[in-house]
């Protein structure tokens, strides 16, 4: 969406510009301001000394509607070449160095503009690296043809994962239809006969002809010193000369009743869906009403289309969004629904509940702008939302990021006759456009055999360079020692301000009275109960009594517990969590005590109306009634099939859609008062609560709210031991999809609290987390191509000696072999040669400036309350966690992979059209 409910009222610090004399002021809104360099340049900055970290995005106005004819793609393709090495910063370097000083870099190319977005730590040194960095990247990039084919088969497997999702490949034809296969009916993640064709010579032109100071737009959001960043701004991109632009592709005035077909089907996944949408050309006038019609027609319970297509059964859900633009406005109306659903009825009724004439009224509005508005208030605490939200509407408008201000006073200004009007004259028949998504075919279930040729071809790894050298091991460990330094003083101090306690009835609390950065208070309940055997077969109770508990109370209904959510800026929800029940609270500051008692007395007193409890029941069933045929669901599955080792009924058994259904269909509203009554008390639980308020007062409204709430059951809770599994491979069937599922799991005896954990944790670092230059990154992705993205990552757990490597990715279906092979490949060359000193010290300094990060945000201490109360630890625990990654050396990382890393015992299972099908 382009129209962003956000806000940008950022407490700023004020700086006059003068001393810079190639710096000028051009522009501020809301203490927003924007500079402007001699050659062009722009720079927008909103400081905010509340946050955590800077938000860096460097905006090139320029995407795929600029690609040459016939040459789809480009764009695109540049962007991923982009990160290769530029004139001062060769090759890999360039990663390397984004690695070490972000807390995360990306990149990505729309129709309209192309950005690279960095991430990092308030630290002058780190934000100054990234402004030089980029740069680099905007004048000295060196286009190498040597990276171009892996590249475009990386490219191949992005358009894969995207284009085997039912949503886009329908946006696609709906594209096509208005635009042909031009301007926005060109996909800008292109195809691979155009980006075959692609020669260095135009990527080089596109590059010199685009990538320009007066065609660019750097946008900083978060913790910054306003000065020392314009004297950066200043030192590294001043000299870069301005260039003549070329004149930007438009895209044609759509009008939508002109074109001929309207009608689409997608048949792809298990999903059922009907989509209506509207569009039409460019209308800006109109866009502030747009926005508000995905509250006013599905927002619950008041939505019109909820109350006339869900709470009658018609369908199972109903699904509203917006693409405002510069060029367009689409309005999305969708219905979700299950193979019992009368389909018929299903597309008479969205259209008729969108398109009758609309009534809504002076409170539905009032009730939309106040959710609209305390979006945009929640955006003070958020660098990332404010930085995102200045780079759309820098891309949108054409440069005016201040629109965003006069767009949300637009909201705030319609009248009822406004919005009613807007809405009845756009949601018609003459901008409609139909869309169907329906399960994959059966006969393209079916297994298909595989040329084996193809799949063992030579591959790209077999002809590639050796990388670049990391850094110098100095220069991570002064970053580690300081982290060290920054971590002990942050645990210290925070730790100081936090009390801890235990209510009569045994009930812990943690209390952290500070200042959140979005002027929110939050409280975290944790309601443990039961065990193993007292709550056997009583999955589908949980999940439907933490589902029924805040939405209506014996005073109260849904709509009133709504209201108060919006009128506190706050929300309440509740969600079963094993044998156990977690509720979230949260508020702004001044209405935080209220809404907090409102919400526990909903939860006391809960009414568990049957209508809703069947109106969940019903959809549950629906949405369990589907093929289960997506590899990604197929490998979920079938390894936790094979990994199996506790009987159907018990809470950590594996989710089976069968089981579900027998569970939910055998449920009643009955029972699940009975389960609330029996289990739900506090003698067992623990809460913690974060925000502005008086202790000593905080701690007697949890004792009057808790200290008598308690009973009898016993509690023990649910935990699952180490199993030592034997390794398998199992190729599984899944529907036919461009690209296949792998998901692959290799357990070992170590939990959190074990002297190896530390070590398991900078292994895992070191295998998989970055997307592009780790061990796996470089050769699933980089060298072979053979997926888009992949993920590694060591669970452990809090309570037994049992942990877990997972790894799982995205692949071309039929290279399954060849994923497998490079996992082992990985792993098998760790075990041999162990990890570098370079690599361990990069890796402990990334991991340490997470960390650090992480203690300077309240609400993430917020989130460690309720596990430390659990586990009878303080804040101060983490600093010995510090100083254990600290102390690992390479002999320590290396014994530990030798000891643990077993790839005989790597359980594997691939899913894709060639594999066989899974009892």
């Known amino acids: 969406m382009r129209f962003k409910q956000l806000t940008l009222s950022l407490c700023l610090i004020g700086f006059s510009a003068s001393s810079f004399a190639a710096t000028v002021l051009v522009k501020s809104d809301h203490q927003i301001e924007e500079y402007k360099l001699d050659n062009g340049f722009r720079v927008i900055l909103a400081p905010n000394e509340k946050e955590n970290k800077v938000f860096v995005n460097t905006v090139y106005l320029t995407g795929s509607l600029n690609d040459p004819a016939g040459k789809g793609g480009l764009a695109h393709l540049l962007e991923h070449l982009a990160f290769k090495g530029t004139q001062d910063v060769k090759g890999e370097e360039f990663q390397r160095q984004l690695d070490q000083h972000t807390l995360m870099a990306n990149a ?32 000295k990039l060196v286009l190498q043809e040597k990276f171009v084919p892996s590249e475009i088969n990386i490219v191949m497997r992005e358009r894969e994962v995207r284009m085997d999702q039912p949503f886009a490949v329908l ?66 991109f001043s000299s870069i000369p301005a260039r003549n632009i070329p004149e930007q592709a438009k895209v044609p005035v759509l009008d939508s009743s002109q074109v001929k077909l309207r009608n689409f089907l997608v048949k792809k996944g298990s999903d059922l869906a009907k989509f209506n949408i509207y569009m039409n050309g460019k209308n800006t006038t109109i866009q502030p009403a747009l926005a508000l ?21 018609i369908s199972t859900n109903v699904q509203s969004t917006t693409w405002l633009n510069r060029d367009f406005n689409l309005v999305f109306m969708g219905a979700i629904y299950a193979p019992n659903h009368d389909a018929k009825k299903i597309e008479s009724s969205l259209i008729s509940s969108v398109e009758k004439k609309q009534t809504f009224n002076e409170t539905e509005l009032n009730r939309v702008k106040n959710i609209i508005k305390n979006a945009a208030d929640s955006m003070l605490s958020n660098s990332v939302s404010v930085g995102t939200t200045l780079s759309e509407y820098v891309v949108s408008n054409q440069g005016d990021w201040d629109q965003y201000f006069k767009d949300q006073q637009a909201v705030q200004n319609l009248t009822v006759q406004q919005t009613n009007q807007t809405l009845n004259e756009f949601l018609t028949a003459q901008h409609r456009f139909s869309g169907d998504i329906q399960p994959t075919p059966e006969d393209q279930k079916k297994a298909m055999q595989q040329d084996k040729t193809t799949d063992k071809q030579k591959t790209l790894d077999q002809t590639s360079e050796q990388p670049e050298p990391l850094k110098d091991v100095k220069t991570y460990q002064a970053e580690v020692q300081q982290y060290v330094k920054t971590s002990k003083k942050y645990l210290q101090s925070t730790e100081n301000k936090i009390q801890r306690g235990k209510l009569s009835n045994g009930m812990k609390y943690a209390l952290f009275p500070t200042q959140t950065r979005d002027n929110k208070t939050y409280a975290t309940i944790r309601v443990n109960f039961g065990s193993a055997e007292s709550l056997f077969n009583k999955d589908a109770l949980l999940d439907l009594t933490a589902y029924l508990l805040l939405r209506a109370s014996d005073q109260y209904s849904l709509q009133d517990i709504a209201d108060k959510s919006i009128a506190a800026g706050g929300m309440a929800s509740a969600a079963a969590d094993g044998n156990a029940m977690v509720i979230n609270i949260v508020a702004n500051n001044d209405k935080f005590e209220d809404f907090f008692k409102y919400i526990v007395e909903v939860m006391q007193n809960p009414k568990f109306e049957k209508s809703q409890f069947d109106l969940i029941k019903t959809q549950s069933l629906n949405d369990l009634n589907r093929p289960y045929t997506e590899p990604e669901v197929v490998s979920a599955m079938t390894i936790s099939r094979l990994l199996e080792t506790y009987q159907p009924g018990d809470l950590r058994y594996h989710f089976e859609p069968e089981l579900a259904k027998k569970q939910l269909q055998s449920s009643s509203d009955e029972q699940v008062r009975a389960l609330y009554q029996k289990f739900f008390a506090m003698n067992h639980a623990q809460i913690a609560v974060t925000g502005s308020y008086d202790a000593k007062e905080m701690r007697a409204l949890l004792d009057q709210s808790f200290s008598k709430w308690t ?183 290396d014994a530990v992979i030798k000891k643990y890393i077993k790839p005989e015992q790597l359980v594997e299972v691939f899913a894709d059209q060639y594999g066989q099908a899974q009892k």
């Open 108 to 139: 990505s190319t729309d129709y309209y503009s192309t950005k690279y977005i960095n991430i990092v730590r308030p630290e002058k040194a780190a934000l100054a690296k990234i402004i030089y960095l980029e740069s680099q990247r905007m004048d």
């Open 171 to 236: 946006m696609d034809q709906m594209w096509k239809a208005a635009y042909g296969n031009q301007s926005l009916g060109r996909l800008p993640i292109g195809d691979l006969a155009e980006l075959k064709s692609i020669k260095m010579d135009e990527l080089n032109k596109f590059y010199r002809a685009w990538y320009a100071p007066n065609n660019a737009v750097m946008v900083i959001a978060g913790k910054f010193d306003k000065k020392e960043v314009l004297k950066q701004i200043d030192q590294n």
């Open 293 to 313: 019609a995905p509250y006013l027609y599905t927002l619950q319970p008041s939505g019109h289309l909820y109350q006339d297509m869900v709470e009658t059964g």
């Open 711 to 893: 009973n009898t059951e016993p509690y023990q809770k649910i935990t699952s031991d180490y199993v030592a599994y034997k390794g398998q491979k199992v190729h599984a069937l899944s529907e036919q999809r461009e690209f296949g599922s792998y998901n692959s799991i290799l357990a070992f005896p170590v939990g959190a609290l074990n002297q190896d954990a530390p070590a398991l944790l900078v292994f895992n670092y070191i295998l998989g987390n970055s997307q592009l230059s780790s061990r796996l990154g470089r050769e699933l992705r980089e060298k072979n191509a053979l997926v888009y993205g992949f993920s590694s990552r060591v669970v452990l757990d809090d309570d037994v000696e049992s942990g877990a490597l997972q790894i799982d990715a995205n692949y071309t279906a039929g290279k399954s072999d060849q994923v497998s092979a490079v996992v082992y490949k990985v792993l098998n060359d760790l075990i041999k040669n162990g990890v570098t000193t370079q690599e361990l010290e990069a890796a402990k300094a990334d991991i340490m400036k997470k960390r650090v990060t992480v203690l300077e945000d309240e609400r993430s201490i917020h989130n460690m309350l309720n596990h430390q109360l659990e586990q009878n630890k303080d804040l101060l625990s983490r600093e010995k966690r510090d100083k254990e990654i600290v102390k690992l050396t390479k002999a320590d990382v």
